[in-house]
Structures are given as structure tokens and as C-alpha cells.
């Protein structure tokens, strides 16, 4: 298994632009989670699929953000209008309920964005 | 929600010292994981904790759960290069309506190690 598979890996864009990020989930895995990663704030849950369905989005810092999962092996991530604060880190995960807990998230290497 | 706070921020050491990071909750948590994410890098998932007063080992790793479920540490001995990076611990978020598969991360322990 390849892991999973973020896209792009780094993205720079102006301000006011829409921004669009892509995570493949292991296949198998049925959450899904996207954190973005800052040196002040460091790894903030955004939001989180089961079985594709969106079940928690309380982190989404506004409407800007958006996030879907069409199917068990593609999510995206859209920012529309960006801003220079939404330069961070954004990781994607996967993991397997296994009973009471979900085992070990695994994570992509991330898109680094940056907003100018 | 809940927070899980971890010590030091930073830790600095020459190569061959031990080290450890302590992880802190108010709460009783069900499970604690532990990951590490080297510079540049992504989190990777290090060990799962799920009992009370549990100890696991990995190599020089050792992990360990406190008997109230409230507390956690990692301890490498003998530090190594290979071993620098930001060490996270992590817990589900059981507040608020939240579930065992949503985790809440702590700031991490910063390890850099002098050769």
C-alpha cells in the first residue's frame, strides 16, 4: 500500500484565490481526517469522515472552508476565498475502528500552503 | 474540548543522554497514542496505550500509562540522532459529543540531540 496520498505537496497562492487539496485514504480505512498544522497552534483537527459521511466539522475555522468525500478513496479540502492566515500545514490521515478505538492514525506528508 | 499538555516544549541533549516527555490530562482518558514527526516530515504512529499502569516497550522506547489514566510518558534511552524530532502525544476528545476515533493532539516535545 502506497499510504496516503496527499496532493499537491506544496501550493502557493495569492489572496482571494480558491485553493483546492487532495487526500487518498489507505484503502480499507473508514476515517478520514483533516488537521492543519501551525507553529502557534500546532495540529488542529478540521474535520473528520465515517464512511465518507462528514461527522464532526466543529474545527472548520469558517465558511471558507470546505471539505468533502465523494467516495471511500477521495477527499478534498477547499478554501475559497484564502488568506495569508490560512498558510499552514495541511495533513490528511486515515485509520481503521478496530472494535472501541481506532488504531493509529496514518498521515500523508502534507501540502504546505502559503497565501500571499 | 479536552487538552492533553505536554512537557517540555524542548529538550535539548547530548547524543547517549536519556530523555523523556510527559503527557497530561484533567481528565480520565480511554486511550493514549504516541507519534513522531521528524523535521519536514508527517506524524508517525508510534504506540497505542489502552490499559491502566500499562508498559510498552520499543527498542530504547519505553511508553508508559499512568494507573489513573491521566497521565503518559515516553522515555528513549540513550538517545541517538536518528531519534530528533517533535514527539506528540495524542487522546480521544470525549467531550462535547466527540468519539474514541477523534483525536486531540498535545504541542509536542521538540528533541534535538548533539552528536
Known amino acids: 500500500d502506497a499510504g496516503v496520498i496527499q496532493s499537491p505537496r506544496h501550493e502557493v497562492t495569492e489572496m482571494g484565490q480558491e485553493v483546492t487539496l487532495r487526500c487518498k485514504p489507505i484503502s480499507g480505512h473508514d476515517y478520514l481526517f483533516w488537521y492543519r498544522q501551525t507553529m502557534m497552534r500546532g495540529l488542529e483537527l478540521l474535520i473528520y469522515?465515517?464512511?465518507?459521511?462528514?461527522?464532526?466539522d466543529s474545527g472548520m475555522p469558517e465558511d471558507r472552508f470546505s471539505a468533502k468525500m465523494p467516495n471511500a478513496s477521495f477527499s478534498t479540502l477547499k478554501i475559497q476565498p484564502s488568506e495569508p492566515r490560512d498558510s499552514a500545514v495541511y495533513f490528511c490521515?486515515?485509520?481503521?475502528?478496530?472494535?472501541?478505538?481506532?488504531?493509529?492514525?496514518?498521515f500523508g506528508s502534507g501540502t504546505r500552503l502559503t497565501v500571499v | 474540548g479536552q487538552q492533553v499538555m505536554q512537557i517540555p516544549q524542548y529538550q535539548h541533549v547530548q547524543e547517549g543522554e536519556d530523555f523523556t516527555t510527559y503527557c497530561n490530562s484533567s481528565?480520565?482518558?480511554?486511550?493514549i497514542q504516541w507519534y513522531k514527526q521528524r523535521p519536514g516530515g508527517h506524524p508517525v504512529f508510534l504506540i497505542q496505550l489502552v490499559k491502566s499502569g500499562e508498559v510498552k516497550k520499543q527498542k530504547r522506547l519505553t511508553f508508559q500509562f499512568g494507573e489513573a489514566k491521566k497521565n503518559s510518558s515516553l522515555h528513549i534511552t540513550a538517545t541517538q540522532t536518528t531519534d530528533v524530532g517533535t514527539y506528540f502525544c495524542?487522546?480521544?476528545?470525549?467531550?462535547?459529543?466527540?468519539?474514541?476515533?477523534?483525536?486531540?493532539f498535545g504541542k509536542g516535545t521538540l528533541l534535538t540531540v548533539n552528536p
Open positions: 490521515a486515515s485509520s481503521l475502528a478496530t472494535g472501541v478505538y481506532s488504531y493509529g492514525y496514518t
Open positions: 495524542a487522546a480521544p476528545d470525549l467531550n462535547s459529543g466527540g468519539s474514541n476515533y477523534k483525536l486531540t
Open positions: 469522515f465515517n464512511n465518507n459521511v462528514p461527522i464532526d
Open positions: 481528565t480520565t482518558l480511554s486511550n
